[in-house]
């Protein structure tokens, strides 16, 4: 599905973990935004930065993160839909 939206590239190291960049594919999202880079180490995301073409970035860094947590099918439906197009 990220691939429909974004240009991915992935970047890892054993020492760094990981950082995948996602490039918006449509013009539109390109005349806002210039990139989101998420970061992490295995399976755990622990960082999001979120470049406009702006100059506005944003960092959110995630804490406490539970990587075993299951959704049930009703959740995963109404929090990790896709918007339309």
């Known amino acids: ?22 490039t918006p594919r449509s013009e539109r999202m390109r005349q806002v935004l210039r990139e989101v880079r998420l970061a992490g180490r295995g399976i755990v995301v622990e960082r999001m930065h979120v470049s406009e073409v702006s100059g506005d970035e944003t960092i959110t860094t995630f804490s406490n993160v539970d990587a075993s947590r299951r959704f049930s099918e009703s959740e995963r439906s109404r929090l ?3 918007p339309a197009p």
């Open 1 to 22: 599905a990220l691939r429909r939206l974004y240009d991915m590239r992935l970047e890892s190291s054993a020492e760094a973990g990981w950082e995948l960049v996602l």
């Open 80 to 82: 990790f839909r896709l």
